[in-house]
């Protein structure tokens, strides 16, 4: 009998969840668009995560405008196994990747020629805020929650309420806390972060969107890559797309991939985690489906808070 897996995609009751700044800043902030890449089998998810930010900062006591750090609570399904810094580009080769036959971006194409002779060089990505370390609690559910609150409260920062979390907490999931940095002692007002690694056990492709509320008309993208074939059909629900989806027309043979074909960042990104991880070692030269899910001007007050997506393998 053959084994049916669920996949799902929780884009859960929508909370309050943002940048965190240490207690006696006044400040406002938004998350414009958020990137994910997710590599899943059976079991184990290996996903990349990063975000552009933009931060309104006062602290009257320091006459301040600007912070050298922040945090930043995500909820994941289950405890995380570890954790390392990742790269922009790995989002700019997914992105290429998905683009459908056809599609070109006239500029790009007219600079290439220009420089097909010429020694290409990758602009380097300057971060308003590089990861600096991870919090992970290793419980799950209403222990993992206290465990997150009283690191934050060590650190002198604000608690996380109770009511914004509830659904993770029902629901038995983990969290954890991000330290973002800047460089030079000023978080930019606006700005990258660098992407960061995150390896957990899961028994279905899992990720929170909603915890982007309060940054109305943002912008998401997530990638998964992944033996399964995906029913996309109730995307559109709750305001989510595909290119397929925008215009059948579109249709990528892509859809069917192989890791190699993914360009340089995707392939390292892999190659770490088959060293680390013996069910992937055998992937990189199947064929696995890889989709390219995204969402414009995203308003989370207009969902309904009770939706969950479910991504069914066909």
């Known amino acids: 009998m053959k084994k049916i897996v669920l996949l799902a995609i929780l884009f859960s009751s929508i ?6 700044l240490k207690n006696g800043y006044d400040y406002k902030s938004t ?3 958020n990137n994910a890449f997710i590599l899943y089998l059976v079991g184990s998810m290996e996903m990349v995560f990063g975000f552009d930010y933009q931060l309104e900062i006062k ?3 320091k006459n301040m405008k600007t912070t050298d750090e922040f945090y930043f609570l995500l909820p994941i399904p289950n ?5 390392s810094k990742s790269e922009q580009e790995i989002f700019n080769n997914l992105e290429k990747a998905t683009k459908p036959e056809g599609m070109s971006d006239s500029k790009t194409d007219k600079n290439s020629k220009k420089n097909s002779s010429k020694k290409v060089v990758k602009p380097v990505i300057k971060y308003g805020a590089k990861v600096q370390d991870v919090f992970k609690s290793e419980f799950i559910g209403q222990k993992a929650f206290d465990d997150v609150n009283k690191f934050l409260k060590e650190k002198n920062y604000p608690e996380a309420s109770f009511d914004d979390y509830k659904y993770y907490i029902d629901r038995k999931w983990s969290f954890i806390v991000i330290q973002y940095k800047a460089e030079k002692n000023a978080i930019l007002a606006k700005g990258t972060v660098e992407p960061i690694y995150l390896s957990l056990d899961a028994d279905m492709v899992s990720f929170a969107l909603r915890v982007f509320k309060g940054s109305e008309n943002f912008k998401t993208s997530v990638y998964i890559l992944s033996q399964f074939d995906l ?3 109730d995307l559109t629900k709750i305001s989510l797309t595909t290119v397929e989806l925008e215009n059948p ?3 990528q043979q892509n859809r069917v991939t192989i890791i190699t074909e993914l360009g340089d960042s995707v392939i390292s990104f ?3 985690i088959a060293q680390e991880n013996e069910i992937f070692k055998d992937m990189e030269n199947n064929n696995l489906r890889l989709y390219h899910i995204y969402g414009k001007d995203l308003d989370l ?3 309904d808070s009770s939706s969950d997506l479910s991504l069914n393998n066909k």
């Open 15 to 20: 909370i309050m969840a943002k940048p965190l």
């Open 31 to 33: 998350i414009e668009k």
């Open 59 to 61: 602290n009257k006591e």
């Open 79 to 83: 405890p995380l196994k570890n954790w």
């Open 231 to 233: 029913d996309l059909s």
């Open 249 to 251: 027309k579109l249709s």
């Open 270 to 272: 892999y190659d770490k």
């Open 301 to 303: 007050s207009k969902w």
